[in-house]
């Protein structure tokens, strides 16, 4: 239900983003609103990304993590870039988290496996 809902609500952007995946022109354009100066020549081919959004059920996206546990496993989601230069925030807050959860002491040390 969420992705219909933003679907439905973006539907013009969403348009408006594929004419530029598929319009050199149309990106052109669009970057000479920041850099007047670009020509074709400028603009070379590369690889595409793909980030992935989490969607709320009313289709508004999740700008923060998503911390669930399911019995003895904790899961993050929704960890957005530039999430690697906050990683060690984030091991935090797992920590702190698997702390609160699952009752651990963080102060004794740990066996390696």
């Known amino acids: 239900p969420g992705f219909r809902k933003l679907a439905l609500k973006y539907w013009r ?13 149309g990106f052109l354009k669009a970057l000479q609103r920041y850099m007047p100066e670009l020509r074709p020549a400028d603009l070379l081919p590369g690889p595409a990304g793909v980030r992935a959004q989490a969607l709320a059920p009313n289709g508004t996206l999740v700008d923060d993590f998503v911390v669930d546990q399911q019995g003895g496993v904790l899961h993050v989601r929704n960890a957005p870039s530039p999430a690697a230069t906050s990683s060690l925030a984030i091991a935090e807050m ?5 702390e609160r ?8 040390p ?4």
Do not use: C, H, P
Not at 13 to 25: H, I, P, Q, T
Not at 94 to 98: L, M, Q
Not at 101 to 108: E, M, P, Q
Not at 110 to 113: P, T, Y
């Open 94 to 98: 797992i920590v702190n988290t698997a």
């Open 13 to 25: 952007v969403g348009l408006e983003e594929m004419y530029r995946d598929f319009s050199k022109a």
């Open 101 to 108: 959860n699952f009752t651990l002491d963080s102060t004794k």
């Open 110 to 113: 740990r066996k390696r496996l």
